[in-house]
């Protein structure tokens, strides 16, 4: 899989022209407006909450969930087996650099601190603890046609330090959106991520993660763009060592996004609210703060 992804990254730099767009733009927009891409600091800050005995993943930070689930790794050595994990909060900071390559592909890399809070502990220590790299693409535009746009999206997370409880995550999303209008301000989406999770050790295994969704997105004259996504989340369980079994689940996901774009679809701002079922509600915010050093 890791050689899978780099042979797409690498290919994708050397395709076509330049040109700038929103790199997560859920419409599928292809706007040519620049002879440069894009460069810019996709700044994500986010907050959430886990109930006892539950991993996150859904549509969330994969940093936010690698950090979660290597902590649960490294404080299970210590613990008897009848304990479950605990209840807790975090914080995340994700630092993504970001290249608009040409309007259909955006390349980006980057390192994630986290802060997590358990009642029994406090607030741990900010720290760095993952790495990411990934990309995003128009695999077909829909442009004005009849079949819907196709992106596909792949992130590999790494949690640091690598040692015997770090875990490795691949994500990867397709999605279908369909634009009701030529300019692709209103329309319907449709999708399915996977999430694998390897751990460094064979005493612990997490199981895949799948959600199926559909949604729409609704962009207004002053480019204030809300998107909506509702899903079923299917996750196979876990074994964390000397932590009880986490039971595997189906249930339902949410995702709500507030975005400000300009008028060439490059996001200004945005904000991100989520629940997922896992089986008890798990909450999180997120604040997009994108700090651009090239944006046409």
Known sequence: MPKLVLACLIGACF???AFGKDGDDDS????AIGATPNIYLDLRTSYATVPAGALPIGFGSSALSTALQSLALANSTTLPTSVSLPSRQSVAVDLPMTVDVT???SLYAGVSGTTTYAQTQGWSSFHITSWNVGFQADVYSQNGGSIPTITWQSTITQSIP???TGTTTFNNIVELGYAFDKDETRGVLAGIQ???VEVATALARIHPNIIGYVGGYYQ???NWKFTGRVGVQHFGGAQLLNFTPVPSFTEPVVRLDLDRMDDNDNRLFGVTAQIMWVPKPSYQLTLRTP????RN
């Open 220 to 222: 207004w004259p002053s």
């Open 291 to 294: 700090l651009y050093f090239v």
């Open 103 to 105: 309007d259909k592909v």
């Open 194 to 196: 996977d999430t694998r």
């Open 162 to 164: 690598n040692g015997p």
């Open 15 to 17: 395709t076509g022209p």
């Open 28 to 31: 599928g927009a292809t706007k």
